[in-house]
Nanobody, 116 residues
Framework: QVQLVESGGGLVQAGGSLRLACAASGRTFSTLAMGWFRQAPGKEREYVARITWSSGSTDYADSVKGRFTISRDNAKNMVYLQMNSLKAEDTAVYFC?????????WGQGTQVTVSS
């Protein structure tokens, strides 16, 4: 089992920045990749970004490419999402996720609200 706890959400004006953090604990040695997803009210959960645990290669949804940056700190078992140039449509609950060969794990989520 892997436990994930997100932090860093909040209220920000459009054009502003926030940095989300995700702390992983438990069986983290088997983690292959970690990522961020988000879910806006009335919408399905959508993919935001991911990073592979070993090589650090990254991938982003088109909607956030160039504005968001995902990074990791292997020693601390942390994953971060730096969000710049935030837009009202970025408002959502952001979830951290971890993936290994057999399972995927989710955090409880952190609310990000962008006021226009």
């Amino acid at each position: 089992q892997v436990q994930l706890v997100e932090s860093g959400g909040g209220l920000v004006q459009a054009g502003g920045s926030l940095r989300l953090a995700c702390a992983a604990s438990g069986r983290t040695f088997s983690t292959l990749a970690m990522g961020w997803f988000r879910q806006a009210p009335g919408k399905e959960r959508e993919y935001v970004a991911r990073i592979t645990w070993s090589s650090g290669s990254t991938d982003y949804a088109d909607s956030v490419k160039g504005r968001f940056t995902i990074s990791r700190d292997n020693a601390k078992n942390m994953v971060y999402l730096q969000m710049n140039s935030l837009k009202a449509e970025d408002t959502a609950v952001y979830f951290c996720a971890a993936f290994d060969t057999t399972s995927h794990y989710w955090g409880q989520g952190t609310q990000v609200t962008v006021s226009s």
